[in-house]
């Protein structure tokens, strides 16, 4: 759900990049650690696949994902990567108005929610909080916001400190969704206090303080956020976090925006 702004009414996941997303990039490296008695030709097709991948060609990586899953079935690596690319494939598909996804579309949702599920279950303790965060991103396509919050904390809970702030938002986020924005704005403060770099988190603050009436505080937060002008600039759009936010958080920012006197552009 969380990522840098893409500025388009299309879906291609919850974000502008696949790192931010939580997608997994089965580089070499990632695919001979899994392999089994250094087994090479799981090394090749999981480093074709990956490649596949890496150049944009998400129907053919989805194939070879699937035939890698087929061939090596206890492997968590090709569950998750297959799981990755059905929802890349079926996201980029969908429209906001299209949303919670129903239909072949949904179905296909499910599938990939399948696949995420038995790569957690195969990883064990060792689980990928990068396939938890983008079970949680399925699920809220799926309008199942109470289960995606489940994913959400699961993958925050497991996450290193370097990937930690983006299911702690996404989970800010949710909350915000279920009608607890109080929530929200704990989880989002902690976040910036944590690490004040990740400015998403500055957006998701004055969103949740927004809806609760602080304009004060939000306006504070959105100021944060100027700090940065690049951030700034793209977060002046309200259709900036429109794909990547849930429904309830978009609206809420498309007000902020419409009232506040927080800076669009540069701040001081």
Same mark, same amino acid.
């Given at each position: 759900?969380?990522?840098?702004?893409?500025?388009?009414?299309?879906?291609?996941?919850?974000?502008? !990049?696949?790192?931010?997303?939580?997608?997994?990039?089965?580089?070499?490296?990632?695919?001979?650690?899994?392999?089994?008695?250094?087994?090479?030709?799981?090394?090749?097709?999981?480093?074709?696949?990956?490649?596949?991948?890496?150049?944009?060609?998400?129907?053919?990586?989805?194939?070879?994902?699937?035939?890698?899953?087929?061939?090596?079935?206890?492997?968590?690596?090709?569950?998750?990567?297959?799981?990755?690319?059905?929802?890349?494939?079926?996201?980029?598909?969908?429209?906001?108005?299209?949303?919670?996804?129903?239909?072949?579309?949904?179905?296909?949702?499910?599938?990939?929610?399948?696949?995420?599920?038995?790569?957690?279950?195969?990883?064990?303790?060792?689980?990928?909080?990068?396939?938890?965060?983008? %079970?949680?991103?399925?699920?809220?396509?799926?309008?199942?916001?109470?289960?995606?919050?489940?994913?959400?904390?699961?993958?925050?809970?497991?996450?290193?400190?370097?990937? %930690?702030?983006?299911?702690?938002?996404?989970?800010?986020? !949710?909350?915000?969704?279920?009608?607890?924005?109080?929530?929200?704005? $704990?989880?989002?403060?902690?976040?910036?206090?944590?690490?004040?770099?990740?400015? #998403?988190?500055?957006?998701?603050?004055? !969103?949740?303080?927004?809806?609760?009436? #602080?304009?004060?505080?939000?306006? %504070?937060?959105? $100021? $944060?956020?100027?700090?940065?002008?690049?951030?700034?600039?793209?977060?002046?759009?309200? #259709?900036?976090?429109?794909?990547?936010?849930?429904? !309830?958080?978009?609206?809420?920012?498309? #007000?902020?925006?419409?009232?506040?006197?927080?800076?669009?552009?540069?701040?001081?």
């Amino acid at each position: 759900m969380v990522g840098a702004p893409r500025l388009t009414r299309r879906l291609a996941l919850r974000g502008a !990049t696949l790192a931010a997303l939580g997608v997994t990039l089965p580089a070499e490296r990632a695919c001979a650690r899994e392999a089994e008695a250094e087994d090479s030709a799981f090394v090749r097709v999981c480093y074709r696949a990956g490649r596949l991948f890496e150049d944009g060609k998400y129907a053919e990586a989805e194939e070879a994902w699937r035939k890698v899953a087929a061939g090596y079935p206890r492997s968590a690596l090709a569950w998750q990567n297959l799981a990755t690319v059905e929802l890349i494939t079926t996201a980029g598909a969908l429209t906001l108005d299209e949303l919670p996804a129903t239909g072949d579309r949904g179905a296909r949702i499910e599938v990939a929610i399948e696949h995420f599920r038995r790569a957690a279950e195969l990883a064990g303790d060792a689980v990928d909080p990068l396939a938890l965060n983008n %079970e949680g991103n399925a699920l809220g396509l799926l309008g199942r916001f109470d289960s995606a919050l489940a994913a959400y904390r699961r993958a925050a809970n497991s996450s290193g400190r370097d990937f %930690e702030s983006i299911p702690r938002a996404n989970v800010a986020l !949710t909350l915000l969704q279920l009608g607890s924005p109080a929530e929200g704005e $704990r989880e989002a403060s902690a976040i910036v206090r944590r690490d004040p770099s990740f400015l #998403d988190g500055f957006a998701i603050l004055a !969103t949740c303080r927004w809806v609760q009436g #602080d304009k004060l505080g939000a306006e %504070e937060a959105y $100021r $944060r956020l100027c700090t940065e002008p690049t951030w700034c600039s793209l977060y002046a759009r309200a #259709d900036a976090v429109a794909g990547r936010w849930p429904p !309830t958080a978009v609206a809420a920012w498309g #007000d902020l925006l419409q009232a506040t006197r927080a800076p669009r552009s540069g701040a001081s």
